[in-house]
C-alpha cells in the first residue's frame, strides 16, 4: 500500500488496488495507532460505502480529481450531520448543520473522509495537550508532542493514518505541527480558501491549511479548495492558478532570512544550524541569499496575541448554553446558567484568552491595547511586504525547537509556551502564504522543520520552491 497519493491513486485508476482496500488499510492503522489519541471519531462504516460508491465511478469513468484521496479533517470544520466540538466540551452534541465550503469542494472531487481529528481546544495552543480529549502522542516520539493546534492532523499523516489532513492556521497551527511531525504543512494566503464552514477563533487571522507528505498533495487540494465563495464575502475573487501543474521555478532566485530568527535567543543550537546549512545549499546553488533585519520581530507575538484574543473573546461569545451543544443541568436562573455553562463548558486556556481578549477590548484599556495592537499589526504586515520588493522568498525555521516534552510547559511558565508561535505569526500577522517543509532531524531523531515565507497570493512560487527544497 502507498502512503502517497498519487502512488495510490495510479494503482487504483489502472485497477490494481480498489478505493475499499485503500480505506481498509488506513482503518487497520488507525486501529493499530489508537494508543497516540489521533482520532475523535472514525466515519468507518460511511468511509466504506462511499469508497465502494467511487469505485463504481472509476468503473464508469466518471471519478473526481481526488479519487483514491483518504482525508482526515481537524474537529473544527463543519461536515454535515457529523458531530463537531473544536475538541471542546461546549460543544458536547453539537452536530454540524452544514458542510464547510472548502470540504465540500472536496467532496465533490470524490475525497472520502475518515474522521474527525483531535486538536487544542478551539485552535488555542500549539502542543494538542488544550484538547478536552487529552493530548495527541508524537508517533515519532511518544513522549513529545505533535504540536498544535493542528497535532493529530499532523500526526495523522506522519504515521500513514490518511494521505493527508485539513487543518486551520490562526498563529502556526498547521506549519508548527507539521515541523513536529516532519511533514509538509502550508496556510495559504488570508482569504484564499473560503472559511464558510470553519469554527471561528480569530477570524482576520483564521485560514484553513493542509498537512500532507508531499508538495504536489497540498498544491492539489489548494487548487481544489480555493477561491470564491457566496458564503463567505472575505474570500479573495482573484482566479484561482492550477498550482498542481505549476511546480517549476524560474531561477536563480533571490532568498532572505532574517537576522533576528536566526540570532534569536530561545532558538535550539541544532533547529538554527540546520536553517544554516540550508542557506548554504541555496548559496552554492547559485541563487542569491541575503541576509535581512526585521527589527519588529519582537512585537509579533504580542501583537498576535493581544489580536487574537479580542477576537475570540468576541467569537466565542456564542457558547451561551442557549444555542449550541452543552447546557449546565445545574442553573437556577438565566445569568447562573450563562455563567456555569461557560465556565464548566470551556477549558482554562480557552477562559484565560477570553478573558484577556475581554480585557484588551475594555473601555479604559482599548486605545492602549487593542488599537495600539491594530496599528502595530499594520507595520508589520507592510514591513514584511516590502522584504518582497527584492525578494522572492523569506526562509527561517519553523518553530524554535524540536518537538518537546508533553507536560513541559505548566500555568507558570506560557509565555515560554507561546514563544513556540515565534517564527510562525509574522505570516499570520501579515496575511501571507507560508508552509513548512521537513528539514532533517536532530540528533535523538526528532523532526525539525524549515518554513518559506512569499509575498501575498504567491503560493504558485512558494509550492515551487518547497519542491524544489523537499
Ligand atoms: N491556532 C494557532 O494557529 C495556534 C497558536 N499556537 C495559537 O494558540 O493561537
Redesign the pocket.
Known amino acids: 500500500m502507498y502512503s502517497s497519493f498519487q502512488k495510490t491513486q495510479a494503482a487504483v485508476l489502472n485497477g490494481e488496488l480498489s478505493c475499499r482496500e485503500v480505506v481498509e488499510y488506513f482503518l487497520r492503522n488507525i486501529e493499530q495507532k489508537k494508543h497516540l489519541n489521533i482520532f475523535l471519531e472514525v466515519y468507518q462504516q460511511e468511509a466504506l460505502e462511499r469508497a465502494e460508491a467511487i469505485d463504481q465511478k472509476i468503473a464508469d469513468g466518471t471519478q473526481g480529481r481526488l479519487a483514491g484521496m483518504v482525508l482526515g479533517i481537524k474537529d473544527v470544520l463543519c461536515y454535515q450531520g457529523h458531530p463537531l466540538q473544536a475538541a471542546s466540551q461546549i460543544l458536547n452534541g453539537f452536530e454540524a448543520q452544514f458542510t464547510a465550503t472548502a470540504v465540500q469542494r472536496l467532496l465533490d472531487e470524490d475525497v472520502i473522509i475518515i474522521g474527525r481529528q483531535n486538536c487544542?481546544e478551539f485552535?488555542?495552543?500549539?502542543s494538542n495537550e488544550n484538547s478536552s480529549f487529552g493530548p495527541t502522542l508524537n508517533p515519532v516520539d511518544e513522549t513529545k508532542v505533535p504540536g498544535?493546534?493542528s497535532g493529530a492532523s499532523a500526526a495523522a499523516v506522519a504515521v500513514g493514518l490518511c494521505h493527508a489532513s485539513l487543518g486551520s492556521?490562526?498563529?502556526?497551527?498547521v506549519r508548527q505541527p507539521a515541523s513536529f511531525c516532519g511533514v509538509v504543512g502550508l496556510k495559504p494566503t488570508y482569504s484564499r480558501i473560503s472559511r464558510w464552514g470553519l469554527i471561528a477563533?480569530a477570524s482576520s487571522f483564521d485560514t484553513i491549511g493542509i498537512l500532507s507528505h508531499t508538495v504536489e498533495e497540498a498544491a492539489l487540494l489548494l487548487e481544489v479548495m480555493a477561491g470564491q465563495d457566496e458564503f463567505d464575502s472575505t474570500v479573495s475573487q482573484r482566479e484561482v492558478p492550477a498550482y498542481a501543474q505549476k511546480l517549476s521555478l524560474e531561477r536563480p532566485l533571490k532568498v532572505g532570512y532574517i537576522k533576528e530568527t536566526i540570532e534569536s535567543e530561545g532558538i535550539d543550537s541544532e533547529v538554527k544550524q540546520k536553517t544554516l546549512d540550508r542557506i548554504e545549499f541555496l548559496k552554492q546553488a547559485g541563487h542569491e541569499v541575503k541576509e535581512v533585519t526585521f527589527p519588529l520581530l519582537e512585537y509579533v507575538l504580542p501583537t498576535y496575541y493581544i489580536l487574537?484574543t479580542a477576537e475570540a473573546s468576541t467569537n466565542l461569545e456564542r457558547y451561551d448554553g442557549v444555542k449550541f451543544g452543552y447546557r449546565t443541568p445545574e442553573a437556577t436562573d438565566l445569568e447562573t446558567m450563562y455563567k456555569r455553562t461557560r465556565s464548566e463548558g470551556f477549558g482554562a486556556e480557552v477562559q484565560r484568552r477570553i478573558m484577556l481578549g475581554t480585557f484588551v477590548l475594555s473601555a479604559s484599556y482599548y486605545d492602549a491595547y487593542f488599537t495600539k495592537a491594530q496599528k502595530v499589526r499594520r507595520l508589520i504586515a507592510e514591513q514584511t511586504k516590502a522584504l518582497f520588493k527584492e525578494l522572492d522568498f523569506l526562509i527561517l525555521p519553523t518553530a524554535p525547537t524540536p518537538p518537546f516534552e508533553i507536560g513541559k510547559y505548566g500555568e507558570e511558565n506560557l509565555i515560554e509556551y507561546y514563544l513556540a508561535?515565534l517564527f510562525t505569526v509574522q505570516a499570520s500577522v501579515s496575511g501571507i502564504p507560508a508552509i513548512s517543509i521537513p528539514n532533517g532531524t536532530s540528533e535523538t531523531g526528532l523532526p525539525i522543520g524549515l518554513q518559506i515565507m512569499a509575498n501575498a497570493f504567491n503560493e504558485d512560487k512558494l509550492l515551487a520552491f518547497a519542491k524544489y527544497l523537499l
Open positions: 487544542d485552535a488555542m495552543g500549539s498544535g493546534s492556521d490562526t498563529g502556526g497551527s477563533y487574537t508561535d
